[in-house]
């Protein structure tokens, strides 16, 4: 079974462009959540989708934005990029459905740096 | 709200002692915890999970967790440490119907030779 794929894995931009991440979860997987690491600030919640709604958000600025397609794959778009924007964005899908307590299955993460 | 605490940005052990990650959590209805390991440029892995059945929980790789409710704790632990063990932790919680799991911000292990 395939895992959690992101792409792309490695991006450079500068101020004021914007980017659009992709992630494609575990086949069957319905829950995507989005996660912004860096070493200052660990890992942040961005938001979480579940067949195509967002059912929470991180204390994020309205510049991150993402959707899932009715194929769950998911995309989270950032804009206006600022210099703090540059971090190791990670995607995770899950299993369990309207709890969503369970395990969570990583992609090996986007590298944004912005310049 | 809920929120985990970690102890210890850094942990150094030599290969063959125990390892002793600590977390803390905060949460106002019962909690469903974990603690996953990441490897540098690498997403994170599920070491092992809590999800109220038996309060000691086994995982991959020799390590354990017990979950204390009176302590909230869930600390992990590894009786005897290898050089392979080397990486970052993360303990993390969730809760039926919050839809999103917070971490904690993580405790690098080193293991010495």
């Known amino acids: 079974k395939a895992g959690v794929t992101q792409t792309p894995r490695y991006l450079i931009k500068t101020r004021g462009q914007q980017v659009t991440l992709s992630c494609s979860p575990i086949s069957g997987h319905r829950s995507v959540s989005w996660y912004q690491q860096t070493p200052g600030q660990g890992l942040q919640f961005l938001f979480e989708?579940?067949?195509?709604?967002?059912?929470n958000k991180g204390n994020f600025p309205g510049r991150f934005s993402g959707r899932q397609f009715s194929n769950s794959r998911s995309e989270m778009n950032v804009s206006t990029l600022e210099l703090g924007d540059s971090a190791l964005y990670l995607c995770?899908?899950?299993?369990?459905?309207?709890?969503?307590?369970?395990?969570?299955?990583f992609g090996e993460g986007s590298r944004l740096t912005v310049l | 709200a809920q929120s985990v605490t970690q102890l210890g940005s850094h942990v150094s052990v030599s290969e063959g002692a125990l390892v002793l990650l600590r977390c803390n959590y905060s949460?106002?209805?019962?909690?469903?915890l974990f603690w996953y390991v990441q490897y540098p440029n690498q997403g994170l892995q599920l070491l092992l999970k809590y999800t109220s059945a038996a309060t000691l929980v086994k995982g991959i790789n020799g390590f354990e967790a017990e979950f204390k409710k009176s302590e909230t704790s869930f600390h992990l632990t590894k009786p005897s440490a290898h050089m392979s063990d080397a990486a970052e932790y993360f303990c993390a919680v969730t809760y039926t119907g919050g839809f999103k799991t917070i971490f904690g911000a993580g405790t690098r292990l080193f293991v010495k030779a």
């Open positions: 989708y579940f067949s195509e709604t967002q059912r």
């Open positions: 949460s106002s209805v019962p909690p469903y």
């Open positions: 995770a899908s899950s299993s369990s459905g309207t709890a969503n307590t369970g395990e969570l299955f």
